[in-house]
């Protein structure tokens, strides 16, 4: 199971992500997870939204360029070496991480993983019985 | 089909004879009625009877822009104002416009060559064609227009600008055959990519894109969004207007019609003529206009012509695309730079847009050049490592094209201003 990641290619202008947060904002759409990479002379934000189809809309309207990406997001028990163990589950069949950004809340923790086949590493992960976050339930995070 | 068969199909000893006839009653025209060719004449020691053949032109005084901008406003016509029926103007980005005008015979010929230049592309009675090209004081849609209505094509006096009913109109009257720069070209077919029209709603074939120089790569990316062929329209205000030359179903360079417009390629330098197949700067000599004919008028555009007989049955001679004009050349650390070059690097890449920009400055004493290049935003990775690889195939393609090295910026989609009419490729800051 994957969930759409937003992805977001920003100039390094000032203000372009306060922006993007503005349009997001005013279009209720709650981000769960964010991270932002960045060059010399643009980074790219990727989210974890409520309602994806919806924000890549109303960003695309504002004139961002959107890309979706299928993501996957795992569900990991919020303690010391959860993430290694999922790490070498990868390892061993031999899925490189393209990237990868974590979070926890309360005692929940959550990675969003891309992997260039993200299908075969869907299928690992839940072979190894670690349960895949929906977008339904993403949703109502 | 070809328009006007004798003159298209004349064989070299014909046309020869048609260009020195019409060269040596042009001399006596601007002798009688031009001060300033009459002085320039006289200096040269040349009378008018001396010139009976074509042959004699490369002894002929040259004709400049800056000529033009001294004779400011009609210092230049060999008629009455009476007797002039048009007046175009350039935009004049640099100083006072450069002023043409035309008698009815001067428009009457003008119409005949675009219709020539459509019948070349297949145009004909039937086809309906939107001008987007300004209309107004600078040649482009007026010159499309009259020689669009004398092939009978239904015309679509559109002008440039307001892309929404640009797209409207496209697709309500069934245009077959859109005329405007290449640039808005490229913009008006990512418009209807972005607006979702569906492809069987837009009944375009053809394409005729001028007034700024661009490459064949450039004719890929634009044949590929708005599914048609495109051809290359030549020409400048001094000379005509669009309709000099225009490329055939070949696409082996630009047909000059050369019993109206005989064209030299000359070294920019020495001022001396250059064999066929050898790149210089192209000369005109518009031997048959009445209101402004221009002796060896210097355009500034780099080419070269070839004679050899073209598979379409044309015997005119070819120009190939413009490389650029002179006067766009930048010169960066002593390398010659043209933005067509820069545009061909990344035509051939498929992550990236035909939008960019190139921006020039001068930073302690070294010329440095950035290169702006929009992402594809129907076609770009979300990958660092990806992104960067394209930008440093873009850094490795010019700089193995170049020899300099630049730096490169990729920038959101549609950040970089479209234009309606001529793009806006350089930005130079470097003060002289």
Redesign the interface.
């Known amino acids: 199971m994957y969930i759409k990641q937003l ?1 977001v ?3 390094d202008r000032s203000g372009r992500l306060t922006e993007l947060t503005r349009i997001l904002a005013e279009n209720d759409v709650n981000i769960t997870a964010l991270s932002v ?1 960045e ?1 010399a ?2 980074g ?1 934000v ?1 989210m974890v939204v409520g309602r994806p189809e919806l924000a890549k809309k109303a960003l695309e309207d504002a ?3 959107i ?1 979706l ?1 299928d993501v996957v997001c795992v569900n990991i028990p919020d303690k010391p070496g959860s993430l290694y163990r999922i790490l070498e589950i990868l390892t061993a069949e031999d899925i490189n991480v ?2 990868m950004y974590a979070f926890s809340n309360n005692d929940v923790a959550l990675a969003v993983i891309r992997a260039a086949d993200i299908a075969q590493m869907s299928e690992v992960l839940e072979k190894n019985n670690l349960q895949l976050l929906s977008q339904a339930d993403i949703y109502q995070l | 089909m070809i328009w006007n068969n004798e003159m298209e199909c004349a064989d070299r000893q014909q046309m020869h004879e048609i260009q020195s006839r019409r060269l040596s009653a042009m001399i006596q025209r601007i002798y009688d009625n031009v001060p300033f060719y009459r002085n320039k004449l006289k200096e040269a020691g040349i009378e008018p009877g001396d010139i009976k053949s074509v042959d004699q032109l490369k002894y002929l005084p040259f004709t400049t822009k800056s000529d033009l901008r001294d004779n400011y406003p009609f210092g230049l016509f060999t008629v009455p104002q009476s007797e002039v029926v048009r007046i175009h103007a350039s935009s004049g980005t640099t100083g006072k416009p450069t002023v043409v005008g035309y008698t009815q015979q001067d428009l009457e010929m003008w119409a005949e060559v675009v219709a020539r230049g459509l019948t070349m592309a297949g145009i004909h009675r039937g086809d309906t064609i939107q001008i987007a090209y300004g209309y107004g004081p600078f040649t482009g849609g007026l010159g499309l227009h009259y020689g669009a209505e004398k092939v009978g094509a239904t015309v679509i006096p559109i002008s440039t600008g307001n892309t929404k009913k640009q797209l409207q109109f496209m697709t309500d009257f069934r245009a077959t055959v859109l005329a405007c720069t290449p640039s808005y070209a490229a913009h008006l077919g990512e418009s209807i990519r972005k607006e979702g029209i569906a492809p069987e709603e837009i009944k375009l074939h053809t394409g005729v894109f001028g007034a700024e120089p661009w490459t064949n790569e450039m004719r890929k990316e634009i044949e590929q969004l708005l599914q048609i062929k495109a051809y290359d329209i030549y020409g400048l205000s001094e000379v005509i207007g669009p309709g000099v030359s225009m490329e055939c179903a070949c696409q082996c360079g630009n047909h000059v019609f050369e019993d109206h417009f005989i064209p030299e390629i000359i070294n920019p330098d020495t001022l001396e003529v250059l064999p066929d197949g050898e790149l210089g700067e192209l000369v005109f000599t518009p031997v048959s206009k009445v209101a402004m004919p221009l002796l060896r008028y210097r355009t500034r555009d780099l080419t070269r012509l070839h004679r050899e007989k073209c598979d379409c049955g044309r015997t005119l001679v070819r120009m190939e695309k413009c490389l650029g004009r002179t006067d766009d050349m930048l010169i960066i650390r002593g390398v010659n730079v043209f933005p067509s070059q820069i545009e061909s690097v990344l035509m051939e890449m498929t992550e990236t847009t035909p939008h960019y920009q190139l921006v020039v400055r001068r930073e302690n004493n070294l010329d440095t050049l950035e290169v702006l290049v929009e992402i594809d935003e129907r076609n770009w990775s979300d990958s660092i490592r990806e992104l960067e690889g394209i930008r440093q195939r873009i850094d490795h393609n010019i700089k193995s094209l170049l020899g300099i090295s630049a730096k490169i910026r990729l920038v959101e989609p549609h950040s970089i201003e479209r234009s309606e009419g001529k793009a806006k490729r350089v930005i130079d800051y470097r003060q002289y």
Do not use: C, K
């Open positions: 992805s290619f920003l100039e990479a060059t002379d643009y790219i990727r004139g961002f360029s890309g990406t393209d990237y």
